[in-house]
């Protein structure tokens, strides 16, 4: 105790340091899984910061566990706010829909050039998503796949790399692995952070760039690639996703009325991540690819999916190809360039 009255400052530095870091450990397997973080950089603690960052909040772990103990007794009421940042934790395993059934092509013949295309129009959902779903963290899948099978009867054209010469490509921490590991940079310009979100993106200073409306002030641009979604999982519902990539998609053509814009599904996880992690899975994945891909019209706005060329047999991101689990290995990106290249519009 004498050493205490000596050093209050001390002890209460250290006792916060360690609470910290508990509550990082605490997160890990949950609301802080999504967070990027190397031992070797910064403590455990500085998840809890990062996160918080991304309106990710300590006290959310004890909401997750309050609503998984009295999940069986939760009613549903008529019309339920589903307030935007509420994480909680997926309350037990949900089987996830074949991903190979949003992701394969489906061929159509080239449209004569002599008629005048018109742009598709947006798909509205089958559903809501229920309280239930809401709660357990599920996102649930409100569109099916129409809007995927649909975007896929366009038929791209391959492209060489100076197609690239006037885009700008908007990403997480994925983008940026495409940045660094592949020569598009040379080509494009990219804004692109780690732990972007769909509702941080058009407000975001890139490292003194400047903010996406900035980027589209400066300069001209004729495509623009967009691939956000990995850090939403386990925020809000299908709806509020949506909404606000609604929202992004169209800002980014009002400012930029005569650029391709090219939504990029949100790449899958390994079936290792998929069948452990209770909100970065496939099922979420594929539920919200399946709502972005409705916003495609096939004439300025084109959704396009890796995980046709980065996903295995079973339609998870191939072990090998990873070493988180999430992210590329820096030599794999190459498949997603070549995947871009048979992608043009």
């Known amino acids: 105790m004498k050493y205490i009255k000596k050093c209050p400052l001390f002890f209460l530095l250290l006792g916060t340091g360690l609470l910290f870091s508990i509550i990082a450990i605490w997160g890990r397997g949950g ?51 589903a307030p935007e940042n509420e994480e909680v934790q997926l309350a037990g395993g949900t089987p996830s ?22 742009p598709l129009p947006r798909l509205e959902p089958l559903r809501e998503s229920t309280y239930e779903e809401y709660i357990n963290h599920v996102s649930a899948d409100i569109y099916g796949d129409a809007g995927v099978i649909r975007a896929a009867e366009y038929e791209f054209t391959t492209v060489e790399e100076g197609y690239f010469d006037d885009a700008l490509f908007i990403g997480d921490s994925r983008t ?27 407000e975001e200073n890139f490292k003194g760039k400047g903010t996406i409306e900035d980027a589209l002030q400066n300069k001209d641009y004729g495509k623009i690639y967009i691939m956000v979604g990995i850090n939403e999982l386990g925020r ?58 409705t916003l495609a019209d096939n004439q ?34 190459d498949l997603w360039k070549q995947f871009l290249l048979t992608h043009g519009a």
């Open 31 to 81: 609301i802080y899984s999504g967070q990027d973080y190397d031992p070797m950089k910064a403590p455990i603690l500085s998840v809890m910061f990062t996160a918080m960052n991304d309106d990710i909040y300590p006290w959310q772990l004890l909401e997750r566990e309050s609503v998984e103990a009295g999940s069986d007794n939760v009613k549903v009421q008529e019309e339920a706010p």
């Open 300 to 333: 300025q706005i084109f959704y396009i999916d890796i995980n046709e060329v980065v996903c295995d047999e079973e339609g998870n991101l191939n072990a090998d190809y990873t070493f988180d689990q999430i992210h590329l290995l820096g030599k794999y990106n």
């Open 176 to 202: 940026v692995g495409l940045r660094d590991y592949t020569d598009i940079a040379e080509h494009a310009d990219f804004y692109c952070e780690t732990s972007l979100t769909i509702y941080k993106v058009m």
């Open 97 to 118: 829909p074949s991903p190979k059934a949003t992701s394969t092509p489906i061929p159509s013949p080239t449209p004569s050039p002599e008629v005048e295309q018109t």
């Open 236 to 293: 809000g519902t299908t709806e509020d996703f949506m909404a606000k990539y609604t929202e992004v998609i169209d800002t980014l053509h009002e400012l930029e009325p005569d650029a391709k814009i090219f939504i990029q599904g949100i790449m899958r996880v390994t079936g290792k991540k998929n069948s452990s992690d209770a909100i970065f899975n496939n099922s979420n994945i594929n539920a919200r690819n399946n709502a972005i891909a």
